[in-house]
């Protein structure tokens, strides 16, 4: 485990992203760290695509949303 020194701006992105994702602030910035990798990795794959991917890596099914009631 190390220290990274990122930028006061990207730090404070980082703090406000955590209040949408419910993560530590060391858990997001390894989660765009992660996901920057794979994107880097899979150029031509969605976001979406690598996010599903991984949660079934992991041993998580998505279901499909359930229908709305009008």
């Given at each position: 485990m190390?220290?990274?020194?990122?930028?006061?701006?990207?730090?404070?992105?980082?703090?406000?992203?955590?209040?949408?994702?419910?993560?530590?602030?060391?858990?997001?910035?390894?989660?765009?760290?992660r996901?920057?990798?794979?994107?880097?990795?899979?150029?031509?794959?969605?976001?979406?695509?690598?996010?599903?991917?991984?949660?079934k890596?992991?041993?998580?099914?998505?279901?499909?949303?359930?229908?709305?009631?009008?």
């Amino acid at each position: 485990m190390g220290i990274v020194n990122i930028d006061e701006d990207l730090h404070d992105q980082l703090r406000r992203a955590t209040t949408v994702s419910c993560r530590s602030i060391n858990a997001q910035a390894a989660f765009w760290i992660r996901i920057g990798m794979l994107c880097e990795m899979n150029p031509t794959v969605s976001f979406n695509d690598l996010v599903t991917r991984e949660l079934k890596t992991a041993g998580v099914s998505p279901r499909a949303p359930a229908p709305r009631s009008p």
